[in-house]
């Protein structure tokens, strides 16, 4: 039986509370942690990070990453301060003007990707190049309120000439990138063709916002094709499997899951999207997501089944999974993140930690799967769900993961790897990813409690957090909702002064409020005052180009598939009902309705674990 196509029971998020939300989070808070309690915690989750942070400085820097028993330095990626760099938007975060500048300005004048190192691709994208956008961006814009006097797109050039040293590795017959590319000599002639699906489908995000800060539209452009090359290949079910031949198109491993090898593949359609604009991310995120929902979901766990014929292969919870439920706040659909947290919630409270593999038949971990890596995964989701509802018990949650951490992980110099989740057994490593992303979403998880005072929550732009946790701000010159006419050569209408931005007349105004609106929801279709305010912000931007197609303004082809009226309709109404978190504290809020009947569907977390019924 075929997936029906995805039209989602998605109903509009704005995340934050209707107006009598103050009182509701007081009383709240009342039951469990406090607002007092809040801010310590929070005050400890920022020592945490400098903990880590001033050990990987003092014992490793610049080497990759730290080794956190022995205090000593390692290199792991390519041998460029990988931690340093993942770290950039984070110091930002915290409002740590002094090290962020100073780490800014060592890496402007040191880094050099001019290296002969073979590189993962993916790793390389998430945590470098989305490493060095991210802080660009925030150094560069003095509304983030952390913009360096001195800088000068130092980081933007780095970004640029690492995008390029990464090109070569998607001249594959079906777009889909190889896993690895020499910075230096390209893809090697015995490099492997086979790649996972988040792999070559985990890059557009990076890529794309590379493609509009140096108008050049090659970057979005290969990782677009790559995304329609992963989706040319999915089953007659809209599923994808873990493993693909870039030459071929034929799949190597047919497991379908959310987990390991596939995960932020589902991730990046749908913030694609909503960083973008561009609808062709959305759609396959519908289909995507229905087929999942429908193969995939046995409420509350999810598994992982034969792709072609939807057949039971893993009943496996794995720890990759746990992001899932924070991208379906993101969707909002909440009902389901609900009941899956407190699944995945349960298994870290009875082990302290969650395991690589969790086997859902015989409720034990899964043999040779017994590490905690400080992943963030089951953290991000629990500072999502928590922004949607404001209930009390994903504190408590976030506050068992701190005490967890704390006594089970902490070492001399930073934070280290759990060998073995039953045991609390150390080891001497510590990612990049504990400082760019389990800190942070920590941190943000109680600044909200306390009364948020942070960039994400209070800055100028909203921001779309990359699968490394980077800070991408959907900035006028990103985002596809007031495009301007930022790439060299872009077509401007004889009716648009191209130097000043401004539209001649009324007419025209209404003229490009249409054209805009076929790629964004009546939501955000600017108005005749944000047009006339638009004007050039660099030398490289000419003018606002409202009568530009998509295709136009990024070299692309982009072609509707033909639909009904009634399918038309029904995705209209999935776009209005998908969108970026709101972080305005004076957007539409939930109702206390609502919230109550989000706050019903939870279980708790022993019956998750001991009902038989609930796996």
Not at 235 to 251: D, P, Q, R, Y
Not at 258 to 284: H, N, V
Not at 384 to 394: D, E, F, G, I, Q
Not at 503 to 531: C, H, L, M, Q
Request: proline residues 4%; negative net charge; contains cysteine.
């Amino acid at each position: 039986m075929e997936a029906p196509s995805a039209q989602l029971p998605f109903f509009f998020l704005f995340l934050l509370l209707s107006i009598s939300f103050p009182i509701f989070i007081q009383n709240s808070l009342a039951d469990g942690v406090t607002p007092h309690e809040a801010k310590q915690l929070r005050d400890e989750v920022r020592e945490m990070f400098y903990h880590a942070f001033n050990g990987y400085m003092k014992h490793a820097f610049p080497l990759d990453e730290l080794r956190p028993l022995s205090c000593e330095g390692e290199d792991s990626l390519g041998g460029y301060a990988l931690t340093l760099i993942d770290s950039l938007d984070t110091l930002a975060l915290l409002g740590d003007r002094e090290q962020f500048a100073a780490s800014v300005e060592w890496i402007g004048k040191n880094l050099r990707f001019d290296i002969n190192k073979t590189v993962s691709l993916f790793e390389t994208n998430i945590r470098v190049l989305g490493g060095l956008l991210s802080a660009h961006l925030i150094a560069s814009d003095h509304t983030t309120g952390m913009k360096i006097a001195s800088y000068e797109n130092q980081l933007l050039d780095l970004a640029e000439d690492l995008g390029r040293r990464l090109l070569p590795a998607f001249d594959t017959p079906t777009g889909i990138p190889f896993g690895s590319v020499n910075l230096l000599y390209g893809v090697d002639e015995h490099e492997s063709k086979i790649t996972s699906t988040a792999g070559g489908g985990t890059l557009t995000l990076e890529f794309g916002v590379l493609s509009r800060l140096t108008n050049d539209p090659i970057f979005e452009r290969v990782t677009k094709n790559a995304v329609r090359g992963l989706w040319a290949c999915r089953s007659k079910l809209n599923l994808v499997g873990a493993h693909i031949n870039v030459f071929t198109g034929e799949w190597t491993q047919k497991d379908a899951g959310i987990g390991t090898s596939i995960d932020s593949f589902y991730e990046y359609l749908l913030k694609a999207y909503l960083l973008f604009g561009d609808e062709e991310y959305l759609f396959i995120f519908q289909e995507a997501y229905g087929a999942v929902m429908h193969y995939l979901f046995n409420d509350p766990w999810y598994v992982e089944v034969n792709m072609d014929s939807g057949a039971l292969v893993w009943p496996l919870f794995n720890s990759l999974q746990a992001f899932w439920p924070g991208l379906q706040v993101l969707a909002g659909d909440i009902d389901p993140a609900i009941r899956t947290h407190t699944a995945f919630l349960s298994v870290w409270k009875r082990y302290g930690f969650t395991p690589e593999g969790f086997n859902l038949a015989t409720l034990s971990v899964q043999h040779g799967q017994k590490s905690y890596p400080l992943r963030p995964e089951l953290i991000e989701s629990t500072y999502w769900l928590y922004k949607a509802t404001r209930n009390p018990r994903y504190l408590d949650a976030g506050r068992d993961m701190v005490t967890s951490l704390q006594y089970g992980a902490r070492c001399p110099c930073g934070y280290c790897h759990i060998s073995d989740v039953e045991f609390h057994k150390q080891e001497d490593h510590m990612e990049s990813f504990f400082l760019a992303e389990t800190v942070k979403y920590l941190w943000l998880l109680f600044d909200l409690a306390a009364g948020p005072d942070n960039l994400v929550e209070n800055g100028p732009y909203k921001y779309v957090f990359s699968t490394e946790g980077h800070l991408l701000p959907a900035t006028p010159q990103i985002s596809l909702v007031r495009e301007h006419c930022s790439y060299l050569g872009a077509f401007c209408k004889s009716e648009v002064e191209p130097e000043s931005g401004n539209i001649n007349n009324a007419t025209d105004v209404e003229e490009a409020k249409r054209s805009f609106s076929e790629g964004t929801t009546s939501a955000e279709i600017p108005s005749s005052s944000d047009f006339s305010e638009l004007t050039s912000t660099t030398g490289l931007i000419r003018g606002v180009c409202p009568g530009l197609t998509h295709g136009q303004k990024f070299g692309i082809t982009y072609i509707r598939s033909k639909m009904t009226d009634d399918s038309v309709n029904k995705r209209e109404t999935v776009e209005k009902h998908l969108t970026v978190v709101e972080t305005d504290q004076n957007s539409r809020h939930l109702t206390s309705h609502e919230i109550n009947h989000y706050n019903s569907q939870e279980l708790e977390e022993e019956d998750v674990l001991n009902d038989p019924h609930a796996i």
